[in-house]
């Protein structure tokens, strides 16, 4: 764990101001899941009401919006032939502009409008901010400002007709459907009446929100067209079919499957009732945000994981290399007391030795594990 990383041991500390208000907050509201700590309201990180009633979809008629049916149609056909020249035709230097285009998109989204603005799990100086800025606008999911909005209230009410791509709905629903459609009035209600005031409060937000209209055209397909067109030679449609609609496409299918492959397939180490699960292959892809079933259940963890595997977790390494350097800080992690208590409560039971064996286990972590019968050396 960095050296200035915050450890959470407590839900209820946190919520020790707020005693009056939490019992509010719950009964008024169909929350059912946490965003920050304060949310919480028990010892182990949850809520203190049974939300299984809450989780559902209505039953309606979904009204598709064509435009968006049309232009991810084109997405997907250019995609699969940028593909194919990516293997086949594509210049080196322009496969691995690609992969470097893809990575620094991956880490805007993760590292920026994820776990920074949408989570706070931790605090970064104005140039890393700008950096994540940058990188976020490369990847076009739209303005950090809306995506981290969107995630938040994803969050808050998980599972419900406010959760805007709710899994309950189906697999393609969260994956791709609920951006072909038009959103749940419950989406735009909840969204509507969550504090965003630090977000507003970010001069590097809100300018690329402001601007996003102008900033997201030359970050995402003109730059990236033009620079192996330019600098290396490589022709048009390379440069548009690889550079730009694959490496978008396979950034925007590997965001999705957080959402989709994420939510159904693995275990359920730290809450069997909820569907976010622990998704090894979303994580590889998609630099460690398919440890989904922890994430949900700590998400104000900076890691969105237990442990700090960086070969499975590439933002966590991302994030705690600007911690060395200073840019990033007041890195929030969780008490290991605190995620016992939540595994043995509702765990599913495939929890594994609490991380033992992890190369990247910290000697923080080392003495807080438990030997029975432990033989005398």
Known sequence: MPPNAVTVPSTLDALSTEADLVPQLVKGSKQTGVLFEGDADTTDGALATDIRQFKK????????????????????????????????????????????????????ITAGAHRLWAHRSYKAKWPLRLILIVFNTIAFQDAAFHWARDHRVHHKFSETDADPHNATRGFFFSHIGWLLCKKHPDVVAKGKSLDLSDLRADPIVMFQRNHYMVLMPLACF???????????????????????????????NVTWCVNSAAHKFGGRPYDKTINPSQCPAVSAFAFGEGWHNYHHVFPWDYKTAEWGNYSMNLTTAFIDFFAKIGWAYDLKSVAPETVERRVRRTGDGTHELWGWGDKDLSAEDVKDVLFVNKKAE
């Open 57 to 108: 979809a209505e039953k309606r008629k979904l009204k598709l919006v064509w435009r968006n049916i049309i232009l991810f149609g084109y997405l997907h056909l250019a995609a699969l032939y940028g593909g194919y020249l990516f293997f086949a035709q594509a210049k080196w230097a322009t496969v691995f502009f690609s992969i470097l285009l893809y990575s620094v998109g991956v880490l805007g």
């Open 222 to 252: 003109i730059m990236p067209t033009f620079i192996p067109m330019y600098y290396w030679g490589e022709t048009f449609v390379n440069a548009w079919f690889v550079a730009t609609m694959f490496r978008w496409c396979f950034l925007l």
